[in-house]
């Protein structure tokens, strides 16, 4: 089993709608990242988190420390969020990362 | 601008050509680190480094070297490529190893 797991692995919308992607961590942690990537492109780090919530404009993370758990949600969706987004965490007292498998998202106009 | 450079962004090669791909970044940023991306298996930490002189392996080492000899540059050695490590790899940087991640924009890697 994965040490980070995310959900859905892949993900279709209209624009416009309410997005939320879920990951799911089985060890303890001191960071957990939520990743960027468009088709073809490079990675851009969205958010690092270690508690709490974190909004950027559409984007709003959050993270349960006690249950293990962040959500990425997109609040009115648009075409260029179709990416595919990973989750990632650092290992408390490791300076190792480790990612989850990606969810793809596509966002219809 | 602050940015990670990674080079070659494309390269071909045969079995046991020793390649290098080097790794730049420009924000002196302490923690570097390597990842290869494999469809199906996502991102795969290969080694990170800490500072200058300390590195460490990440999760798929076997088969790369590093070096970190100085704060911004920090390359990835492949000393006999074999045709498993045809991937996608990625560099990134970050001011220390819990925080905010400064990825290139990858260098896609085959070998025949």
Redesign the interface.
Known sequence: KNEVEQSPQNLTAQEGEFITINCSYSVGISALHWLQQHPGGGIVSLFMLSSGKKKHGRLIATINIQEKHSSLHITASHPRDSAVYICAVTVGGNEKLTFGTGTRLTIIP | EAQVTQNPRYLITVTGKKLTVTCSQNMNHE?M?W?RQDP??????IY?S?NVEVT?K??VPEGYKVSRKEKRNFPLILESPSPNQTSLY?C?SSLN??????????SRLTVL
């Open positions: 923690y680190s990842y199906g298996l996502g991102l795969r930490q990170y800490m460490d990440g999760d990625f990134a190893w819990a925080g905010e991640l400064f990825f290139g924009e990858g």
